[in-house]
């Protein structure tokens, strides 16, 4: 209403100057720039009208501007925002099988990987169970690769670690997601990489990698390894005991915390929260182990 009260009282001005002129009683030389004024009136009047209604109410898409999210839930399973906000879980893990805790419900996510069918990497799948996201989302499994909006998604075939996977012939997809020149490797379950493998892929930004104090997948010497073949700016470790989410003594059965490993390493860096913003122009310039806490959404069993 009080724009419409604003754009009256400027027509009402124009018509008057109008008058005036008609009627002689501006001079001639001030006429041209009068006229001028009156154009400028008058379009600012139609551009003030022409303005859209602001509408309240949140959007359902996801923006993650200025680099990518890495969220860690909890096991090997991560959840990676691109700045499009495209999201990618790798390797979640069924409920209260071998782990003490749940899978928390309804993690959105665009595409899903498996880095090979146990059912602390594949959301309980191979073994029947009520997988923990919709029948409609995109899941990888195999090598290949895979373009997801501003996310390329590059599997390569691996082996798992020994003794385990032999029901399904050690089968292990190494995953590489590539995102605003950002290069994160997740390992899955991978023991010793190939020079093959290393070769293929190439450089690496943030390597997820198996580690606990017991050396359940890779052992100290073999992590170093894998360490020194990729050289990532940052190593994320992964797959490790929870004590806050375990009620069991000594359960898992022969999984470590991440403690007695980290505590034996140089620049190690405990964060107070599960997600950290990564780009490429903002790597550490030494490389350094970031521990995660794993999401405030993971609960124990009950």
């Given at each position: 209403?009080?724009?419409?009260?604003?754009?009256?009282?400027?027509?009402?001005?124009?018509?008057?100057c109008?008058?005036?002129?008609?009627?002689?009683?501006?001079?001639?030389?001030?006429?041209?720039?009068?006229?001028?004024?009156?154009?400028?009136?008058?379009?600012?009047?139609?551009?003030?009208?022409?303005?859209?209604?602001?509408?309240?109410?949140?959007?359902?898409?996801?923006?993650n501007?200025?680099?990518?999210?890495?969220?860690?839930?909890?096991?090997?399973?991560?959840?990676?925002?691109?700045?499009?906000?495209?999201?990618?879980?790798?390797?979640?893990?069924?409920?209260?099988?071998?782990?003490?805790?749940?899978?928390?419900?309804?993690?959105?996510?665009?595409?899903?990987?498996?880095?090979?069918?146990?059912?602390?990497?594949d959301?309980?799948?191979?073994?029947?169970?009520?997988?923990?996201?919709?029948?409609?989302?995109?899941?990888?499994?195999?090598?290949?690769?895979?373009?997801?909006?501003?996310?390329?998604?590059?599997?390569?075939?691996?082996?798992?670690?020994?003794?385990?996977?032999?029901?399904?012939?050690?089968?292990?997809?190494?995953?590489?997601?590539?995102?605003?020149?950002?290069?994160?490797?997740?390992?899955?379950?991978?023991?010793p990489?190939?020079?093959?493998?290393?070769?293929?892929?190439?450089?690496?930004?943030?390597?997820?990698?198996?580690?606990?104090?017991?050396?359940?997948?890779?052992?100290?010497?073999?992590?170093?390894?894998?360490?020194?073949?990729?050289?990532?700016?940052?190593?994320?470790?992964?797959?490790?005991?929870?004590?806050?989410?375990?009620?069991?003594?000594?359960?898992?059965?022969a999984?470590?915390?991440?403690?007695?490993?980290?505590?034996?390493?140089?620049?190690?860096?405990?964060?107070?929260t599960?997600?950290?913003?990564?780009?490429?122009?903002?790597?550490?310039?030494?490389?350094?182990?970031?521990?995660?806490?794993?999401?405030?959404?993971?609960?124990?069993?009950?």
């Open positions: 209403m009080a724009r419409t009260g604003q754009c009256f009282a400027r027509r009402s001005h124009i018509g008057r109008l008058e005036l002129r008609a009627i002689g009683q501006v001079p001639k030389m001030n006429q041209r720039f009068i006229f001028r004024i009156l154009l400028g009136l008058a379009f600012a009047c139609c551009l003030g009208s022409a303005q859209p209604a602001r509408v309240s109410g949140k959007t359902n898409l996801v923006k501007d200025g680099g990518v999210t890495i969220e860690y839930i909890a096991q090997a399973c991560f959840r990676v925002t691109s700045p499009s906000g495209k999201q990618i879980l790798l390797d979640p893990y069924a409920s209260r099988v071998w782990l003490g805790y749940d899978f928390p419900p309804g993690l959105h996510a665009e595409a899903i990987l498996i880095s090979h069918p146990h059912y602390d990497h959301g309980g799948e191979a073994m029947g169970r009520k997988v923990p996201w919709p029948q409609t989302t995109l899941l990888l499994r195999h090598p290949g690769t895979n373009q997801i909006g501003d996310v390329t998604v590059v599997g390569y075939a691996g082996k798992h670690a020994d003794p385990w996977g032999k029901e399904f012939g050690q089968s292990n997809t190494v995953w590489l997601l590539e995102i605003d020149g950002l290069r994160i490797l997740h390992l899955g379950d991978n023991g990489l190939r020079d093959d493998t290393i070769r293929q892929i190439g450089r690496v930004d943030v390597l997820m990698i198996p580690i606990d104090s017991q050396f359940h997948i890779l052992k100290a010497d073999e992590i170093a390894a894998i360490r020194r073949q990729l050289s990532p700016s940052v190593l994320i470790p992964m797959h490790y005991r929870h004590d806050d989410l375990e009620s069991v003594p000594g359960s898992p059965k999984l470590g915390g991440i403690e007695g490993w980290a505590k034996g390493e140089a620049d190690v860096r405990y964060l107070d599960h997600t950290q913003r990564f780009s490429v122009d903002a790597l550490p310039r030494k490389p350094e182990v970031i521990v995660f806490k794993h999401s405030p959404l993971v609960k124990p069993a009950k």
